[in-house]
């Protein structure tokens, strides 16, 4: 069964400042990876997709499948990132949708 | 981009009774979505699947007698939480797969909080 793992809770940090925030997969096959966000009494949302590999509002991850990980970042974080952030997972073969989720964390980010 | 609407926003019944929760897409047809159970300050949990035109695939451990899914159409499917009982209290949220779309991104709805009194 697959598992993701978001170490972190809650995580702080100033404007302008980086932002990385961790995601941990258990998987034995090839995963699709996932960040979604979740804006304050907003439904969730895509942010982007590890296939992708694009950059959406400044964030970044890419897939490590060596660390089984898939940590999501941004170089100056701004006031409108606070948000919920979770990393989903997909497996291949799976029923595209069928998403097991992290349990989210919530960023909040300080003018 | 495609939206997933889901009624009612918020809904409080009585113990005992049951309360049946729409997912619809409103400008794509979905022959699949899901639908996931998410607890206070906790992650989301998918329950089942749903298909169109067939019976929907549950999850292990989510009764699927308690939780009835119905997706008669290409656009509606419906949750319906039957003897609701308290612990069934929860934020309920459904997605769908655009097909049509490029992307075939999954969008979601704006979830339905029970409340089982």
């Known amino acids: 069964a697959q598992r993701v793992t978001q170490p972190e809770k809650l995580l702080s940090v100033f404007k302008g400042a980086p932002v990385e925030l961790k995601c941990n997969y258990s998987y034995s096959g090839s995963p699709e990876l996932f960040w979604y966000v979740q804006y304050s009494r907003q439904r969730l949302q895509l942010l982007l997709r590890?296939?992708s590999r694009e950059s959406i509002k400044g964030f970044t991850a890419d897939l490590n499948k060596g660390e089984t990980s898939f940590h999501l970042k941004k170089p100056f974080a701004q006031e409108e990132d606070s948000a919920m952030y979770y990393c989903?997972?997909?497996?291949?073969?799976?029923?595209?949708?069928?998403?097991?989720f992290g349990q989210g964390t919530i960023l909040t980010v300080h003018p | 981009g495609a939206v997933v609407s889901q009624h009612p926003s918020r809904v409080i019944c009585k113990s005992g009774t049951s309360v049946k929760i729409e997912c619809r897409s409103l400008d794509f047809q979905a022959t699949t979505m899901f639908w996931y159970r998410q607890f206070p300050k906790q992650s989301l949990m998918l329950m089942a699947t749903?298909?169109?035109?067939?019976?929907?695939?549950?999850e292990q451990g989510v009764e699927k007698d308690k939780f009835l899914i119905n997706h008669a159409s290409l656009t509606l499917s419906t949750l319906t939480v039957t003897s609701a009982h308290p612990e069934d209290s929860s934020f309920y949220i459904c997605?769908?797969?655009?097909?049509?779309?490029?992307?075939?991104?999954?969008?979601f709805g704006e979830g339905s909080r029970l409340t089982v009194l």
């Open positions: 749903s298909n169109e035109g067939s019976k929907a695939t549950y």
């Open positions: 590890h296939i």
């Open positions: 997605s769908a797969r655009d097909h049509g779309g490029g992307t075939g991104e999954l969008f």
């Open positions: 989903a997972l997909s497996a291949v073969g799976t029923s595209y949708g069928k998403l097991t």
